[in-house]
């Protein structure tokens, strides 16, 4: 079974500033897709950005990216220019040939003013 | 874009009672369409996967007699709380895929339930 891990549970950044979130994962699937999604106090789920496992290039979203390593299996989600309307629970998440969503336990990310 | 409407968006009711959440895709059309449970501070855990038309696909461990799911349409899915118990207390996640399998999912609003 697939398995997605957040091994940070809480950080916290500067408004402006720059910061990464880690995500690894373990498949045995050669065609998935890894997600990041943003989950505010509202709890609403809203995607943040999608990568394509079969894409070499890294998916970007304005002030969001990521560094997808498919060797190391490892998704990192980096967010600039950071604002006050980032602070949210941040899950990564794994979907393969099931179309199952897989997600990590998640981060909280605090952005400060 | 793509929208999930679920309701209601809480609800409190006593033990022993059951509890209809529904799910709604508002501009398109889903066949598939997930529910999820989330404890405090936790993950999103997949109960269940509801097809248009046939019979839900409940993950392990659980009950498909508690969590009835009914997908009547292509825009409805309902997931029903049977006999709720306090342990039931949760928030309640639906989702939906607009478009075909790579598409990314539409999550609902959320449903938090508190049994009494």
């Known amino acids: 079974a697939q398995t997605v891990t957040q091994s940070q549970p809480e950080m916290s950044v500067q408004e402006a500033e720059t910061v990464t979130l880690s995500c690894t994962y373990d498949?045995?699937?050669?065609?998935?897709?890894l997600f990041w999604y943003k989950q505010p106090p509202s709890r609403q789920m809203i995607l943040v950005i999608r990568?394509?496992?079969?894409?070499?290039q890294n998916a970007t979203e304005n002030r969001f990216s990521v560094n997808f390593q498919k060797a190391a299996k490892s998704f990192s989600l980096k967010i600039s220019d950071s604002q006050l309307g980032d602070t949210a629970m941040y899950f990564c998440a794994y979907q393969g040939g099931s179309e199952k969503l897989v997600f990590g336990k998640g981060m909280k990310l605090t952005v400060n003013p | 874009g793509a929208v999930v409407s679920q309701h209601p968006s809480w609800v409190i009711c006593k033990s022993g009672t059951s509890v209809k959440i529904e799910c709604r895709s508002l501009?398109?059309?889903?066949?598939?369409m997930f529910w999820y449970r989330q404890f405090p501070k936790q993950s999103l855990m997949l109960m269940a996967t509801?097809?248009?038309?046939?019979?839900?696909?409940?993950e392990q461990g659980v009950e498909k007699d508690k969590f009835l799911i009914n997908h009547a349409s292509l825009t409805l899915s309902t997931l029903t709380v049977t006999s709720a118990h306090p342990e039931d207390s949760s928030f309640y996640i639906c989702?939906?895929?607009?478009?075909?399998?790579?598409?990314?999912?539409?999550f609902g609003n959320g449903t938090r339930l508190t049994v009494t």
């Open positions: 501009d398109f059309q889903a066949t598939t």
């Open positions: 990568q394509e496992a079969y894409k070499q």
């Open positions: 498949t045995s699937e050669s065609n998935y897709y």
């Open positions: 509801s097809n248009e038309g046939s019979k839900a696909t409940y």
């Open positions: 989702s939906a895929r607009y478009g075909t399998g790579n598409s990314p999912l539409h």
